[in-house]
T-cell receptor, first 108, second 114 residues
């Protein structure tokens, strides 16, 4: 069946280092969304990407949609302790399939 | 004001019991969802309702029955609870059905079956 894989599963970084999570789908996506879930919290919508090759920025966060619309990435520049959490991509087509998530830990 | 509210926040119950989780949204959204997040943090959709009509019904045991009395409410009733039902259940809503809207999640209900 359709899967949405994210790598890495876990990432530990020192505060100030950069972080990237990658989302890969087995099928072409009409659009993709990204969510952040803090420890003990609920997923919070970050952004939606629709166009092939689209790049969007939110302060230190950069989101990219692949040319073939089968992959996406989220890059955080100069991580802060407030970035701690699990980042999920979401295949926002018929089946609403979440990626497997990347758990980010930031050490001060 | 909480946009998507779920009750209860925690639920501990014995195997075989029947329980319900309630969800209400005050955003005026048309579409509501139930998601299950297991111990490995995997999020999986269970049900989707658009304006009280069932849209998505994933492979979920029929012990789980959603009910939407109006478009602002989507409750989840679970019969004959099993150990494997232990998880965090999230309610969510979106403005409309379709691919152009973000989802607003409730704070979750942590269900523990003992």
């Amino acid at each position: 069946g359709q899967q949405v894989m994210q790598i890495p599963q876990y990432q530990h970084v020192q505060e100030g280092e950069d972080f990237t999570t990658y989302c890969n789908s087995s099928t072409t996506l009409s659009n993709i969304q990204w969510y952040k879930q803090r420890p003990g919290g609920h997923p919070v919508f970050l952004i939606q990407l629709v166009k092939s090759g689209e790049v969007k920025k939110q302060k230190r966060l950069t989101f990219q949609f692949g040319e073939a619309k089968k992959n996406s990435s989220l890059h955080i520049t100069a991580t802060q302790t407030t970035d701690v959490g699990t980042y999920f991509c979401l295949d926002n087509t018929d089946k609403l399939i979440f990626g497997t998530g990347t758990r980010l830990q930031v050490f001060p | 004001d909480t946009a998507v509210s779920q009750t209860p926040k925690y639920l501990v119950t014995q195997m075989g019991n029947d329980k319900s989780i309630k969800c209400e949204q005050n955003l005026g959204h048309d579409t509501m969802y139930w998601y299950k997040q297991d111990s490995k943090k995997f999020l999986k959709i269970m049900f989707s309702y658009n304006n009280k009509e069932l849209i998505i019904n994933e492979t979920v045991p029929n012990r789980f029955s959603p009910k939407s009395p109006d478009k602002a409410h989507l409750n989840l009733h679970i019969n004959s609870l099993e150990l494997g039902d232990s998880a965090v259940y999230f309610c969510a809503s979106s403005l409309r059905q379709g691919a152009n809207y973000g989802y607003t999640f409730g704070s979750g209900t942590r269900l523990t079956v003992v």
